[in-house]
């Protein structure tokens, strides 16, 4: 089921990707998957929920990317998600045209 799981993430990310470069803030900085559900840290980074939350199972409530020792708290992040909309839409309309996200 794992496995499947597994090649069921690879192909969408896949066809995400296919023809399209994903900007990087649009991708976990844990799994380097396209996120989905992007949630923040108390240390203001972003990951997607799923890996985070398998990561805070597995090493407890520390930072992925600082090492900081943080609270259980995660909190939507809406204008990733907002920028993940955007990026599909102009990926299924065929347009390159897309914001930059870090402005």
């Not at 993430?9 to 976990?28: A, R, T």
């Not at 989905?36 to 240390?43: E, N, Q, S, Y």
């Not at 992925?64 to 309309?93: C, F, H, M, Q």
Request: aromatic fraction near 8%; charge should be neutral; proline fraction near 4%.
């Amino acid at each position: 089921m794992v496995a499947m799981d597994k090649l069921n993430n690879e192909k969408q990310k896949n066809e995400y990707s296919e023809g399209c470069e994903v900007p990087e803030y649009l991708l976990c900085p844990l799994s380097c998957e396209l996120m989905v559900d992007p949630v923040t840290i108390a240390t203001g980074k972003t990951f997607e929920r799923r890996v985070l939350k398998d990561w805070f199972k597995k090493n407890g409530h520390i930072c992925p990317v600082t090492g900081e020792l943080i609270s259980s708290t995660i909190l939507r992040n809406d204008r990733v998600k907002g920028y993940l909309e955007e990026w599909a839409e102009a990926k299924a309309e065929g347009t390159t045209k897309f914001r930059d996200g870090n402005k």
